[in-house]
């Protein structure tokens, strides 16, 4: 079921991450890859910070099309600073199409969920965390599984960082 404009609003304000390095893209896609193996998903997982490409992995069951369609939803997001998924249903709620009221190509922007904004307090939006292989709502919610996985374990991290400090 395809969470509501309210829902995914929702899901990127809770989604603020303290912060966003190198090491925690290597983490967030660990976790996505051992969350495609444990679910034999057929999925490529791209994690990004601006252009720079931090990790991707193609699981089997991939081909060339899936970093088209990445390409194309990760567009999406740093256009218009929402998950690819929300701005699909953005227009789906007014009745119409992404496509029909952007106007934007098709061969370089995809709104179907799977691509959703890296956002870091007090930054913003720094990077992408795009899963492709699956329909769409399940690429975004496994996005979104990974990046509550990676929340936890900041402020786990900085509970623990807090706790050894006052020893």
């Known amino acids: ?28 896609g660990g976790r996505l890859v051992d969350l495609a193996r444990e679910r034999e998903l057929p999925i490529l997982i791209d994690i990004r910070r ?4 931090l990790f991707q ?12 369609w990445v390409a194309r939803k990760n567009a999406v997001v740093r256009r218009f600073g929402h998950s690819s998924l929300l701005m699909g ?5 007014r009745g119409t199409t992404f496509e029909e009221a952007t106007g934007l190509p098709r061969d370089r ?6 691509a ?3 956002i870091v307090a007090g930054a913003g939006i720094i990077g992408t965390a795009t899963v492709s292989g699956l329909a ?32």
């Open 50 to 53: 601006g252009e720079l490409q």
């Open 136 to 167: 769409q709502v399940e690429d975004h919610a496994l996005v979104v599984e990974g990046l509550q996985a990676l929340l936890a374990e900041q402020r786990g991290g900085a509970a623990q960082e807090g706790a050894d400090a006052g020893s």
């Open 89 to 93: 249903q953005k227009y789906r709620d």
């Open 57 to 68: 992995h193609a699981r089997p069951g991939t081909s060339p099309d899936n970093a088209s």
């Open 116 to 118: 959703f904004p890296l």
């Open 1 to 28: 079921m395809t969470p509501t404009l309210p829902e995914l609003l929702a899901q990127e304000d809770a989604l603020v991450l303290p912060r966003f390095t190198h090491d925690d893209a290597w983490w967030l």
């Open 109 to 114: 922007y995809a709104a179907h969920g799977g």
